[in-house]
C-alpha cells in the first residue's frame, strides 16, 4: 500500500485499515489511527508508521479522541509466517515481558540481534518498544477500568518499576496516570470509539475529574477490581473491523462447550460464553457477550465494533496474555474486507460470502488443550466428543477453588494426561496411545503450539506421531496455530460443500491465503436459514468438522489411521 493510498485512506476516514498503519502529524506531535475524527491534517505534515511502537518511537503521543493503541490487531501478523509475523505473535502473548527478549529470541531460534534487526527494518520498533506499547496500553485498562492503586498496576502491566510506569505514561499520553485515569469517562475501556462527551483537554480532564464522585474516579471504598474471592475484576470492550458474524461464532462454541470448562447462557443474540483459563501466572475466569457493540451485528460500513467482555483473573499480571487469548479465540483482529474481496471474487463462493459477512475463524485460547481435544473427538459425533471431553475434565481436571457458575475445572494439564492410564475415559485404547503420545511430546517441548510457533514444521511434527493423520493436523493448525490458510480436504463436509457450490480442491487454490475462511462458508452452506424446514428434511448441523472435538456423526473425516500410512504402525 503506498503513502498516497494511505493518506487517501486518511481522508476518507476509512475504518478497514484501523490496525493496519498509523499516521503521525508534526505540527501536533500526535499520532492516530487512520479513522480518526479530528480535521484531516496537510500532507507534508503526516508521516506513516507500520506500529504504535514505530510512532512512540519518534517521540509522538497517542491521540486522546482517537485511541490509537485500541485498534484491532493487524490481520497481517496471522496470516504472515515468517519471523516478523511469529514474532508479533508472541510479543502479544507477552512473552518478551515473562522472559526477556532472549526468551523471545530462543523461542524463534534465532539470536537476539537478528530479531532485533528484522523488527527494526520491518517495523521500525524492537521487541522491547512494542512490548513497552503493548505495557502502556494494558495499564491505561487497567487506570479506567479499575480502583487499584497506580503502583500495583505499574506492576501488573510489566513495568519494572513504578518510575519507569509514570515516565511512560506521561511520554506516550501526555497526561500523569491520575489524570489518564480521570480521562476514562466510566467503567469500560472504549476500544472502538470514543464517547462524545469523554473529556480531551487536559483542562477538560481535570475539571472531570474534581466533579466525580469516588467511585467514578477509581478510588471507591469497594474496588471495582476486587471481587468477592479476591480476584481481579476487568471489563473490556474487544474491538473488532468491519462486520462481525457473532451469531456464526457463538453457533460454533456453543455446540463444543465441555462441561466444567465451558458454558453459554442466554438466548441466541444475547448469549454470554464462559470459560475458564490456565495462564502464566494464575487463572481466569472469561465473559463475552454475543451482542456487539458500536453498530449493528451485519453492518457493512467500515467502522466495526466491540464485543462486550469481563475478565475474572488471579493474577492482575495475566491481562495482557488473557486478552490476546480472547482475541484469539473470536478471531477479532481478522480483516473481513481482504478475505471478502478475495473469496467474493469466485464465482463458486461469491453467494455464500454475500450471505454472511464478516463470518470468522474461531481460534483456540490454549494450543495443547485443543490438541486434546482434536484427539478426543477424532471418528465421533459432536457430542460425543464433548461427553469424552466433559469425562476427561472431571477425571483429570484442575478444581476451581470454587465454583462459578456452571464453571468448576481448568483443562487438564498435558503434563498429566501423559502418564495417565485414561481407562474412566470411553475411548479405544488405540485412541488412549495415541492422546498420551501427543500429551508427551507437548509437555517436552518436541512438538510446540505456542502463537509462534512455525507451523510447517508443528505440522510435520504432528504427523510423525502414531495416530494423527492429516486431517487432524491441519485441523489443529488451523486453530491453535491461528492459520488462515488451511484447507481439509479430507472432511466429509468440505467435499460435500465443494461438490454443492461446484467447485473442486484445485480450485480452492485461487482463495489462497484465506482457505480457512472459505471453509467455514463451506461449512456453513450446509445450514437451513428458514425459520422451519419442510416435514422430513434433516436440519444439518453447520461447521460439523470432525476431529478436535467436534466430529459430527454425518460428515465424519476420513479415518485419520487411514489417510496417514505412519499411524498404522
Known sequence: MSEDSKFEA???????????????????????RPSCPAMTPKRRNVTFFPTAAAAQGSGFRACRRCRPDAVPGSAEWNARADVVGRAMRLIGDGVVDREGVAGLAARLGYSARQVQRQLNAELGAGPIALARAQRAHTARVLLQTT?????EIAFAAGFASVRQFNDTIREIYALTPSELRAAGGGPTLRSGSVAAHEPRTLREIRTARERRSPRETGAPTEPRAATETGAARVPLRLAYRGPYGSAEVFDYLARRAITGIEEITGEPGDRTYRRTLRLPHGTGVVEVRERPGGGTRRTRSGGGGWLECRLHLSELRDLTTATQRVRRLFDLDADPYAVAERLADDPALAALVARRPGLRAPGAADGHELAVRAVLGQQVSVAAGRRLGGALVAAYGEPLPSPDGGLTHLFPQVTELAEAALEDIGMPESRRAALRTLSRVLADGTVCLDPGADRDEAERALLDLRGIGPWTAGYVRMRALGDPDVLLTGDAAIRAGLRRVGATAEDAERWRPWRTYAMHHLWNSAVVDEPSAPAGMRRPN???N??????????????????QGRTDR
Open 546 to 563: 470432525g476431529a478436535a472435538d467436534s466430529a459430527d456423526s454425518s460428515v465424519k473425516p476420513v479415518n485419520d489411521r487411514k489417510q
Open 542 to 544: 453447520p461447521a460439523g
Open 10 to 32: 486518511v481522508r476518507s476516514r476509512d475504518a478497514r485499515f484501523d490496525g493496519e498503519f498509523f499516521f503521525a502529524v508534526s505540527t501536533t506531535g500526535i499520532y492516530c
Open 147 to 151: 480502583g487499584l492503586q497506580a503502583a
